[in-house]
């Protein structure tokens, strides 16, 4: 009986899957921090990151601050030069046809002109080169802090939100550093300035046309609260939106092998609905406040005017007066409606920016040792001495592990789903710490040792091979990316791969395509073998690492294993025992315990679990 889901029953499955997505955000942003001491936090926090991406452009920060400046004062010269014109020179050309005067604001206006020119200028320019540092700086270090991060977190943190990161986060922070940070000072300057002058200019005149002034801060103090926000809003929905998109697209197989595209496609649709909701609340926000802003400055010219003609017919004040308070007024209101598109822009950025520093202020559960010990040539003794160790507080997954596997042995471990086989390859591979006891490789502990010994010393090939976009030289070179051409062939020989990678039509040049989508399951299996061959572990892990391969091709690879296990220690998981036949050592586990230990012959000869087991593999190959 099919099950077929509503459109309710979708809807609140968008609403649970949006749900999760918003809990797992390993960032704990403003969604979820609604008290002051948080919100308080994450400001501290994402200040604290702009100012160390900041500081080491010190120097060309202070060179715009001067441009910005210049700029300023090049742009409220006009005005002024015109009430001179108006004041000082149609008088005296009226009166003793002199042209002087005019003739001065006339070459004044063309200094200021080329100021304003060559300043503009340099600023872009300057500014472009800063915005840029920025954000090169910016997205190295969310890379480099990405890789770093324990396995736990990328398990959690999903591949969605990583491409939201780096992406629509780094968008805004561009659009602000690219435009926002110039349109703001330009418009804190013009506002300081012209009020300035204006009071300079006639101080009677001036509280008049700034008699608006505090409605106009009310009004800013609203759409600075209602925005914050609104525009934090439509960050985390578009994030959500990017999210969906990415984990369907990555499961698109299963999404098609299983006809969920129409259901998939309405849950988008939310979600998308939920973005354009946001972003139409916002737009409305800034339509509210720019038209409001527009008619309290009309609102404020009409009164200047009405005034400023009252004065000029009392003779208090001069025509050319009249005109630069007009004019400087017009420049007085525009920058509002610029800091309207900034301050959008502004808390779309402080919401990336409290984004991007809640990843880079996740601390690895793995961490690197403070001062490392050294273990240049490891011999590739393992041991586990009392490990316990559970992924939740409620459940322990090895209660109690004790082991030693002597240098140059193979063990097989076997047992259940669940059992903690490959836990105990996670915690050799360091992917994760123990909760309690030590695992420590020739005597010192895993947490002691620095990235490079231990990734030298220790190897895993998975089940999962990845291939990463390039050819398949590239690939079988990644554990030894000095490795050169010799070598590489050497590696796919000693592992039976030679041939077929011989065969393609470029041999080891040719592209895998993404994900390997060339290759077959098998083929990739083998590639991944050459690569863990080339980088000469001492320590080896095989996470089920033949899964993939047919019966020819493993009965191919079972030699190739034998050559690759040789004079090093090595840890084979697998479901299929003919793989555990070339093992020194078979250990079952049993609930994280070792319920047998022994030569696989041995155990087979008896009538524990293990015998149990090959009797079971043998009765499935006839």
Not at 300 to 319: F, H, K, N, P, Q
Not at 461 to 483: C, H, L, R, W
Not at 585 to 601: C, N, Q, S, W, Y
Request: proline share 3%.
């Amino acid at each position: 009986m099919t099950t077929v889901q509503t459109p309710v029953d979708e809807a609140n499955t968008a609403t649970s899957w949006r749900g999760r997505a918003e809990a797992d955000d390993a960032e704990r942003t403003t969604a979820e921090a609604t008290d002051a001491a948080s919100i308080k936090q994450l400001r501290g926090r994402s200040q604290a990151l702009l100012r160390s991406l900041l500081r080491p452009h010190k120097r060309q920060i202070i060179g715009i601050v001067i441009l910005l400046l210049i700029m300023n004062a090049a742009n409220l010269a006009g005005p002024y030069l015109v009430m001179l014109g108006i004041s000082n020179g149609i008088p005296a050309l009226t009166d003793g046809n002199d042209y002087s005067v005019l003739t001065a604001v006339g070459i004044a206006f063309g200094l200021v002109t080329i100021a304003e020119y060559a300043a503009t200028r340099s600023e872009i320019a300057l500014s472009g080169r800063v915005s840029q540092s920025l954000l090169l700086e910016l997205r190295r270090r969310v890379f480099n802090h990405f890789n770093k991060l324990s396995v736990s977190f990328h398990e959690r943190f999903t591949s969605g939100r990583v491409v939201a990161r780096m992406t629509s986060d780094m968008d805004a922070i561009r659009e602000l550093s690219d435009n926002g940070v110039h349109d703001l000072v330009l418009a804190a300057l013009s506002v300081v300035s012209i009020a300035g002058i204006m009071l300079f200019m006639d101080v009677e005149l001036a509280l008049v046309a700034l008699v608006t002034f505090p409605i106009m801060g009310l009004l800013g103090n609203w759409f600075r609260k209602y925005s914050t926000v609104v525009y934090r809003r439509t960050r985390e929905t578009i994030a959500l939106v990017i999210v969906y998109f990415v984990e369907s697209m990555s499961g698109v197989r299963a999404v098609q092998s299983y006809r969920r595209e129409p259901r998939n496609q309405r849950i988008f649709d939310r979600l998308n609905d939920d973005n354009r909701d946001a972003n139409i609340n916002g737009h409305r926000a800034a339509a509210t406040f720019a038209a409001s802003t527009k008619g309290i400055g009309n609102l404020s010219i009409a009164i200047v005017l009405m005034y400023g003609g009252y004065l000029v017919m009392e003779g208090r004040t001069d025509v050319g007066v009249l005109v630069a308070f007009l004019l400087y007024l017009r420049r007085f209101y525009e920058p509002m409606q610029e800091l309207t598109m900034f301050y959008n822009t502004l808390q779309s950025a402080t919401a990336a920016l409290e984004k991007l520093s809640g990843v880079l202020d996740e601390k690895p559960e793995v961490a690197s040792p403070a001062k490392p010990v050294a273990l240049p040539q490891a011999n590739g003794v393992i041991e586990f001495d009392d490990v316990m160790f559970s992924y939740r507080d409620d459940k322990v997954v090895l209660p109690d592990m004790n082991l030693t596997i002597p240098a140059g042995q193979t063990i097989a471990i076997v047992g259940a789903t669940g059992a903690g086989k490959t836990t105990m390859a996670k915690l050799v591979s360091r992917f994760y710490d123990p909760v309690s006891g030590v695992v420590s490789l020739d005597g010192v502990n895993l947490k002691d040792l620095s990235e490079a010994d231990l990734s030298r010393a220790i190897a895993m090939v998975t089940q999962e091979n990845y291939m990463f976009d390039g050819t398949i030289g590239e690939n079988i070179a990644f554990g030894k990316p000095s490795a050169g051409q010799e070598e590489i062939e050497a590696a796919a020989k000693a592992i039976g791969a030679h041939d077929f990678i011989a065969a393609l039509p470029d041999g080891y040049d040719t592209d895998v395509r993404k994900r390997g989508g060339r290759l077959s399951a098998g083929q990739r299996q083998l590639v991944a073998f050459a690569r863990a061959f080339l980088a000469d572990p001492r320590v080896l892990i095989l996470d089920e690492a033949t899964s993939s391969l047919d019966i020819p091709s493993e009965r191919l690879v079972q030699h190739a294993l034998r050559t690759i296990l040789a004079d090093r220690t090595a840890i084979i998981i697998a479901h299929r025992l003919s793989t555990v036949e070339i093992a020194d050592r078979v250990l079952v586990l049993d609930a994280g315990r070792i319920v047998e230990d022994g030569p696989p012959a041995v155990l087979i000869s008896g009538s524990g679990r293990y015998a149990k087991l090959h009797e079971q593999w043998e009765d499935s190959l006839v």
